[in-house]
């Protein structure tokens, strides 16, 4: 199994795992970084009055689109 998230990943190693069918898992550190940053960006939300890219808007030509706080799921 081929863990994710101690690392960057190298273009040959996205295309070995793309081509290769092997298995993908989370490495264990990588669980809580996803935390710490969700932790973040709710704390961000909640007190800001300013949009935050393409987290509380959309990305790209949707930039001036508003995702309420309903579909954000927060």
Do not use: C, P, W
Not at 23 to 46: F, M, P, T, V
């Amino acid at each position: 199994m081929f863990l994710i998230g101690k690392k960057s990943l190298t273009l040959s190693e996205i295309k070995h795992l793309q081509e290769s069918g092997e298995k993908i898992g989370l490495h264990k550190n990588a669980s809580a970084e996803i935390e710490k940053s969700r932790k973040y960006l709710d704390k961000k939300i909640a007190s800001s009055v300013e949009s935050v890219y393409g987290v509380t808007t959309g990305f790209g030509s949707l930039y001036d689109k508003k995702i309420s706080s309903k579909d954000l799921g927060t």
